[in-house]
């Protein structure tokens, strides 16, 4: 079993939608839980950041982490076609984060 | 700000030839990471540098991997003889505290390696 599993998908959703990407976790040990965003033929890019279970808001994008059920959640509101993009959940339980593969998000106008 | 900049961007070269990646972090970042994405995998972790040690080398994958930062700003990263399953894209990233949890790594658009 992977320490980290996240659907690729594609997720394809039409401007506006929200869209929910998810990540589920084995590693009891984990304890930050990050979002990265991906743009094609660019590096990672931080987009939030969590340590404890709840929800973590900052404009369109919500985080949220549910530890008791090793789940975690990115929502995003009111997408746009800027947002198509590769998103990677990641966790670490120390500084080194073991990523999911990402899950490829298409906004169509 | 200049952000962290990797060369190449892309390197073909065949089995058993030796390829050098180049990374340079943000100026004034003390830490700097290698990690590698296999296709279709994760991105995994290979090494992590304070300054000019080398403080984690738990992911590299063997002894064809040698990492450097002389003087502790640029970092090379040497495959030497590179093998099919090297091929990947080899990501860099930096950051301004020592390993810190909180601390932001900041990535490389990476460079794409391809062995033949």
């Known amino acids: 079993q992977k320490e980290v599993e996240q659907d690729p998908g594609p997720l394809s959703v039409p401007e506006g939608a929200i869209v929910s990407l998810n990540c589920t976790y084995s590693?009891?040990?984990?304890?930050?839980f990050m979002w990265y965003r991906q743009y094609s033929r660019k590096g990672p890019e931080l987009l939030m950041y969590?340590?404890?279970?709840g929800n973590k808001e900052d404009g369109r994008f919500t985080a949220q982490v549910d530890k008791s059920s090793k789940y975690i959640s990115l929502f995003i509101r009111d997408s746009q076609p800027s947002d198509s993009a590769t998103y990677l959940c990641?966790?670490?339980?120390?500084?080194?984060?073991?990523f999911g593969r990402g899950t490829s998000l298409i906004v169509h106008p | 700000e200049a952000g962290v900049t990797q060369f190449p961007s892309h390197s073909v070269i065949e089995k058993g030839q030796t390829v050098t990646l180049r990374c340079d972090p943000i100026?004034?970042?003390?830490?700097l990471y290698w990690y590698r994405r296999v296709m279709g995998k994760e991105i995994k972790f290979l090494l992590h540098?304070?300054?000019?040690?080398?403080?984690?080398e738990s992911g590299m994958p063997n002894n064809r991997f040698l990492a450097e930062r002389t003087g502790g700003t640029y970092s090379t990263l040497k495959v030497q003889p590179a093998e099919l399953e090297d091929s990947g894209v080899y990501f860099c990233?930096?950051?301004?505290?020592?390993?810190?949890?909180?601390?932001?790594?900041?990535f490389g658009p990476g460079t794409r390696l391809t062995v033949l």
């Open positions: 990233a930096s950051s301004h505290h020592r390993g810190s949890s909180t601390d932001t790594q900041y």
């Open positions: 590693n009891s040990a984990f304890q930050y």
């Open positions: 969590t340590y404890s279970s």
């Open positions: 990641a966790m670490s339980g120390s500084y080194i984060p073991t």
């Open positions: 100026s004034g970042h003390d830490n």
């Open positions: 540098f304070v300054k000019e040690s080398k403080q984690d």
